[in-house]
C-alpha cells in the first residue's frame, strides 16, 4: 500500500481517518496508532485494490456479491472488519455499561433529526401524486434512533417502545404501531418476549456470531442475493418511473422496464421490507450495508424468502442477471 492509496482511502471514506489527541500547549498533536479493526479494514481495501481504480467490486463483499471468487478468509476478515467499523461508530462494544448507553444516547440526539428510512416506495407516491405520509415527531425519531443503537449494541437493552417506533420510520401507522404495543403487553404477560427476540436478533452480537459460524457458501448466497436485488431495483424503479410520470423517452432495450412492472413489484408480498433495499454510491457505507443486511437476513433464518423474492424479480424483468451484473 502506498500512503497516497491510504490518503485516498481516507478521503472517500473507505478508511477512517487516524485519532489524534493534543500534546499539550504549544507541543502539536500526535495521532493515534490504528486500531487492529483499522489494519483489517487497510488489508482488505489493498487485497481488492486495482491501481487507479475506484470502481463498484473493488472490495472483497462486493466481489463476492458479484458471483466473483473469493479467499474465505479474505470475506470472514473483510466481514469482521466491517462490523468493527460499526461497533466503533455506535459504541456498541461498552455493552451494557452507564458509559456505553449515554454514548449511544448522545449519538441518537444528533441523529435523530435526520434519521429516516427510505424506501422505493416513496419515488412511487411521488410520482403517483400522493401526498407523502406524515413525518415523525422528534420524539419519535428520538425513540427510534435510541431503540436501533440499543439494539445494535445489546439486545435485551432496547425498550420494546423504542424498538415499535423504528416500525414507524418504516411506515407502519400509528394504529399498526398501537396494536403491536397491545400484542406485546400481552405477551410479556405470557412471559414472552417478542420485540425482545427481534431486538436481540439484529444485535452486534448476533451479527458477528452468525459472521463466524455460516458457512462460506450460505454467507455468498445471501450477498448475492443482496447484491442482485438492490441492483435489478434500482433500474426497474428508476427507468419504469419515467413510464409512471408518462413522459418518458424511448429507452430501447430497456424498454420492459415499465409502470406495469412496478406494480407487479409493489404487489409482491416481499416488497414492503425489499423496497428499503437502496445500497449507497459511497464504498464505505455500501459495503457496511451489503454486511449488515446480508448477516441479518441470515440470523433471521429468512434467506429462502429472499432468494425465492429475488427468483421472482429475475423472472419479472426477463434477462440473464449474470451477464448484466458482469
Known amino acids: 500500500m502506498s500512503r497516497y492509496q491510504i490518503e485516498r482511502w481516507r478521503t472517500s471514506g473507505d478508511l477512517p481517518r487516524p485519532a489524534r489527541r493534543g500534546l499539550g500547549r504549544g507541543r502539536g498533536v500526535a495521532s493515534e496508532e490504528p486500531d487492529e479493526s483499522t489494519l483489517n479494514l487497510a488489508i482488505a481495501l489493498a487485497k481488492g485494490s486495482r491501481r487507479g481504480s475506484r470502481r463498484v467490486g473493488n472490495h472483497a463483499i462486493e466481489r463476492l456479491g458479484m458471483g466473483h471468487p473469493v479467499d474465505e478468509h479474505d470475506v470472514r476478515r473483510a466481514l469482521k472488519a466491517a462490523l468493527d467499523d460499526l461497533a466503533r461508530r455506535t459504541h456498541a462494544d461498552l455493552g451494557d ?23 422505493w416506495q416513496e419515488l412511487i407516491d411521488a410520482f403517483d401524486g400522493q401526498d407523502a405520509p406524515a413525518s415523525p415527531s422528534p420524539d419519535q425519531r428520538r425513540a427510534a434512533a435510541q431503540g436501533f443503537l440499543h439494539a445494535l449494541s445489546h439486545g435485551d437493552e432496547a ?30 404477560l405470557r412471559g414472552e418476549d ?32 443482496i447484491t ?24 430501447g432495450p430497456l424498454n420492459r422496464f415499465d409502470s406495469k412492472m412496478i406494480r407487479t413489484l409493489q404487489a409482491d408480498p416481499m416488497w414492503p421490507i425489499a423496497s428499503t433495499v437502496m445500497l449507497s454510491p459511497r464504498p464505505r457505507p455500501r459495503v457496511r450495508q451489503l454486511v449488515t443486511l446480508s448477516l441479518g437476513v441470515l440470523a433471521a433464518g429468512a434467506l429462502p424468502l429472499w432468494e425465492a423474492y429475488r427468483d421472482r424479480l429475475l423472472q419479472l424483468v426477463g434477462n440473464d442477471h449474470d451477464d448484466e451484473l458482469h
Open 194 to 225: 417478542p420485540l425482545g427476540s427481534i431486538a436481540e436478533a439484529v444485535s452486534l452480537k448476533t451479527l458477528r456470531r452468525t459472521a463466524a459460524t455460516a458457512d462460506i457458501e450460505t454467507i455468498s448466497r445471501a450477498v448475492q442475493a
Open 159 to 188: 425498550l420494546a417502545d423504542d424498538v415499535i417506533e423504528i416500525f414507524g420510520l418504516l411506515g407502519m401507522t400509528d394504529a399498526q404501531r398501537e396494536e403491536l404495543r397491545r400484542v406485546q403487553r400481552d405477551a410479556e
Open 97 to 119: 455499561t452507564d458509559e456505553g448507553w449515554q454514548a449511544r444516547h448522545s449519538i441518537a440526539e444528533r441523529a435523530a433529526p435526520d434519521l429516516q428510512v427510505i424506501s
Open 228 to 251: 442482485i436485488i438492490a441492483a435489478y431495483q434500482t433500474i426497474v424503479l428508476l427507468v419504469g418511473a419515467l413510464d409512471l410520470a408518462g413522459s418518458r423517452p424511448d429507452p
